[in-house]
């Protein structure tokens, strides 16, 4: 079946870079696309980016000069890189598949940014 | 980028309501939009997709419609388990999520 975790640390220093892994089963990344959606204590959701099927990759455009996007197929693993983290970026990170709509998400990690 | 605006932000029903959620793009998204549900603690569900296509194993008291800028989500019959906040997102240009609303039992 169909599966998505997110692992990574929970707690980042300011201006440090966080570096998440979406580790996914059931479905090969290279048919499916993965996006990262966050959501602060609280708020909404946030699509953060994603990497499609061919491997090219998409950015919110607020978050593109900090964020990248890679995967590793052969470990059916997606991977998020940003830096200068502050404490705003403190947020539940979720990583979902797309195929024709985010029908699979991961149970989201917390990441807590700060000193 | 297009901006989402979902109304109201919050909504108290009471149990057999038929409530209404509003979505509003910037621009026209060609019906490029789904509907998302979060509950407390738990990672969003797919309701609803190209507008108007209910998900497999999803409720038939939920239903969506709209074009060009005005999207709607209804539940024909309010049931305590919709306690949820719901959330637009379009993809016709970029991706954007609304604000969500937050529903409740009255």
């Known amino acids: 079946q169909v599966q998505l975790k997110e692992s990574g640390p929970g707690l980042v220093q300011p201006s440090q870079t966080l570096s998440l892994t979406c580790t996914v089963s059931?479905?090969?990344?290279?048919?499916?696309?993965v996006s990262w959606v966050r959501q602060p204590p609280g708020k909404g959701l946030e699509w953060m980016g994603a990497i499609w099927s061919g491997g090219s990759t998409d950015y919110n455009s607020a978050l593109k000069s900090r964020l990248s996007i890679s995967r590793d197929t052969s470990k059916s693993q997606v991977f998020l890189k940003m830096n200068s983290l502050q404490t705003e970026d403190t947020a539940i990170y979720f990583c979902t598949r797309r195929r024709y709509s985010f029908d699979y998400w991961g149970q989201g990690v917390m990441v807590t940014v700060s000193s | 980028d297009i901006q989402m605006t979902q109304s109201p932000s919050l909504l108290s029903a009471s149990v057999g309501d038929r409530v209404t959620l509003n979505c509003k793009a910037s621009q026209n998204i060609n019906k490029n939009l789904e509907w998302y549900q979060q509950k407390l603690g738990e990672a969003p569900k797919l309701l609803i997709y190209?507008?108007?296509n209910l998900q497999t194993g999803i409720s038939s008291r939920f239903s969506g419609s709209g074009s060009g800028t005005d999207y709607t989500l209804t539940i024909s019959s309010l049931q305590p388990e919709d306690v949820a906040t719901y959330y637009c997102?379009?993809?016709?240009?970029?991706?954007?999520f609304g604000a969500g609303t937050k529903l409740e039992l009255k």
């Open positions: 190209y507008t108007n």
């Open positions: 059931g479905f090969s990344l290279t048919s499916n696309s």
């Open positions: 997102y379009q993809y016709n240009s970029g991706h954007t």
